[in-house]
């Protein structure tokens, strides 16, 4: 009885065995169909295009047997052409005659992304019945967005995005945003950034919550809607991504934006927002950027920060936000761009800021802050630093930027900070712009080492007590475009070769000084290179 039991397995694992070997009789073939290759062909032909500028096009072959290996394509098992990706293909013109492209009953996704059309969205679309994923983004369609849009209902996502600046935008209006999407029952993602939705007024939140229920991703930018934001809005339960940027909405923050549990990303810059943002927005856990610049009526405060919050992106600049910034910042541990610029910012900046070493960026320009620089050494990833016009006090020492091989900028211009200038902020590797300007720093500016191969193309260190000579080193820093040292205390005799090492030199301000320069005019002490 054993050994009969062995041999049944021995022959149920043989064909098992088989078909993880890859054996060809137990795979499916997905050899391009005939049909297929030669609808292929026929769109290529009817398209006008750059060859120059396609990666896929240019390169179908019709000697080439399987096309459901040519660039852009991708087949079911069957051999039927079920994905085509024509995004980024120069493409001018043609689509409109384009029978064969319709005829391709079982796609399933179509991209036809950045290209150059000029034409309105083509008639013949609507054939193509399978469709789950239509992208025509930025692709030069214009015009009113045809009704027979709607008839694809399988859709899961619909990219008709139009943001680039000189194209005349796709609009909304007939057929509206309700009729548009009320058999779109399926539609998880929505893009339609730059779409002319003027038509439809405050009433899209009603539109979209009627018919979307299950939409994750909402992108409205720059549609000229227009609010409050209906409370209708909540029904969106599943929503994690909403961008609704540059729309004059002129309303409140909606408070139950709070509750959107999945909520990852939200970004409602240049929105015209007033009143007072939730604080609780920045408890939810799973949210990651949350972007509400340029709303100059905002108001509010910042008392706490989640525990392992998962924010990375945190930007606020230009609102009236007011209030000192807490400790409890540290516990953003994924925190890499952080922008409070030009807000109501007080008090001192955490010491416990140094603790993100995932920053990447950081602009607390243009607030009231005050007291001395914290330590970035543990911000490793640290690529720009504005801190300029506050009232930041203290020294600025080697130890400030020790080990930050990554800065590219760096400006702590107009605050009150003091003391002689550490060499080492000099021979940062990759620095490219210092601004050091308006600021109390004294004594002699110290020589700095590997100047020839500094990035430095502009050092601003005007409006401060340095004096003594300047150092030799900074005319060995070649790619300088900008350098301003006026308003300082340097004295000593310059000639105009030391000057002229610096090729790329556009702007040199040297005024206010007790410089004596060797030229033919004993008094120049200022000039400025033409572009």
Request: with cysteine; aromatic share 10%.
């Amino acid at each position: 009885m054993k050994m009969r039991t062995l041999h049944f397995l021995w022959f149920f694992l043989i064909p098992f065995w088989q078909i993880l070997s890859g054996n060809e009789i137990f795979l499916v073939s997905s050899q391009c169909l005939d049909d297929q290759k030669s609808l292929l062909l026929q769109l290529k032909g009817s398209l006008q295009y750059d060859s120059s500028g396609s990666n896929k096009l240019a390169y179908w072959n019709k000697n080439t047997s399987d096309c459901c290996k040519w660039d852009g394509v991708t087949c079911d098992s069957s051999g039927h052409v079920i994905n085509l990706e024509l995004d980024n293909e120069a493409i001018s013109g043609g689509i409109e005659n384009s029978s064969a492209l319709f005829s391709l009953q079982y796609l399933e996704k179509l991209n036809l992304a950045y290209n150059r059309f000029n034409v309105g969205i083509p008639v013949g679309i609507d054939n193509l019945t399978n469709l789950k994923y239509l992208n025509l983004s930025n692709a030069g369609f214009v015009g009113q967005i045809p009704m027979m849009l709607s008839r694809l209902t399988r859709l899961v996502t619909l990219d008709l995005s139009t943001l680039f600046p000189g194209i005349q935008p796709l609009k909304l209006e007939n057929p509206n945003l309700k009729q548009f999407i009320e058999n779109s029952t399926e539609l998880r993602e929505l893009y339609l950034d730059g779409v002319d939705l003027s038509a439809q007024k405050s009433e899209w939140c009603q539109s979209l919550s009627s018919y979307l229920l299950n939409l994750t991703v909402l992108s409205l930018r720059t549609c000229r809607i227009s609010g409050p934001i209906d409370e209708s809005l909540s029904k969106l339960r599943f929503l994690s991504t909403i961008h609704l940027d540059q729309n004059n909405l002129s309303t409140t923050f909606p408070e139950y934006f709070a509750n959107f549990t999945n909520l990852s990303t939200l970004t409602l810059g240049t929105c015209n927002l007033q009143g007072t943002f939730p604080e609780k927005i920045f408890q939810v856990q799973d949210l990651e950027i949350l972007e509400l610049s340029n709303n100059l009526l905002l108001s509010g405060n910042i008392r706490k920060f989640p525990r392992n919050g998962s924010l990375r992106t945190i930007s606020l600049s230009y609102t009236n936000v007011s209030s000192s910034l807490p400790e409890s910042i540290s516990n953003l541990h994924n925190l890499s761009r952080l922008e409070l610029s030009n807000c109501s910012f007080s008090g001192s900046i955490p010491s416990t800021i140094a603790n993100l070493t995932n920053l990447v960026y950081l602009d607390f320009s243009s607030n009231n802050f005050t007291g001395s620089i914290p330590y970035f050494q543990r911000s490793k990833k640290l690529c720009y630093l504005d801190l300029s016009h506050n009232g930041l006090t203290g020294f600025v020492s080697s130890a400030h930027f020790e080990g930050l091989s990554e800065l590219v900028y760096i400006n702590l211009g107009n605050n009150l900070l003091n003391g002689i200038l550490p060499a080492y902020i000099f021979e940062l590797p990759t620095l490219q712009q210092l601004f050091l300007n308006g600021n109390q720093f004294v004594g002699q500016v110290k020589e700095f080492r590997n100047a020839s191969s500094s990035l430095l193309d502009t050092i601003d260190l005007s409006n401060n007590h340095l004096n003594g000579s300047i150092p030799k080193s900074i005319f060995g820093a070649e790619r300088l475009k900008v350098l301003s040292l006026s308003s300082n205390l340097f004295s000593g005799r310059m000639s105009l070769d030391l000057i002229g090492r610096l090729g790329n030199l556009r702007r040199l301000e040297l005024s206010y000084n007790n410089l004596t320069i060797d030229t033919s005019s004993s008094n120049l002490s200022s000039f400025t290179f033409p572009e």
